[in-house]
């Protein structure tokens, strides 16, 4: 299996980012799918998931703010950001429920 996240950069607060999760090997329509981030000095921590059937979760720090989605037909689970926060500053991965390697994830920085 492989996760290939991509779209990060840099980006001033109140500012938009989409990310993209190119998946290989699994069927982002059938697996629990997530985005998850890493700060400098803190704990990897999920950020956002969607199911395999309907339904999506949000950690509370980013609702209403970021949205989860997945296109079947290229294998792609996509985290759109709106409203940045310097604190949204994290490499940020994809992965389902943490049963595949990490890969290098992109890294988003959010400027005040």
């Known amino acids: 299996v492989q996760l290939q996240a991509s779209g990060g950069g840099l980006v001033q607060a109140g500012g938009s980012l989409s990310l993209s999760c190119k998946v290989s090997?699994?069927?982002?329509?059938?697996?629990?799918m997530g985005w998850y981030r890493q700060a400098p000095g803190h704990q990897r921590e999920l950020v956002a998931r969607i199911f395999a059937g309907v339904g999506t979760y949000f950690v509370d720090s980013v609702k209403g703010r970021f949205t989860i989605s997945r296109d079947y037909t290229k294998n792609t689970v996509y985290l759109q950001m709106n409203s940045l926060k310097p604190e949204d500053t994290a490499v940020y991965y994809c992965?389902?429920?943490?049963?595949?390697?990490w890969g290098q994830g992109t890294l988003v920085t959010v400027s005040s």
């Open positions: 992965n389902s429920q943490g049963r595949f390697p």
């Open positions: 090997g699994i069927s982002v329509s059938t697996n629990v």
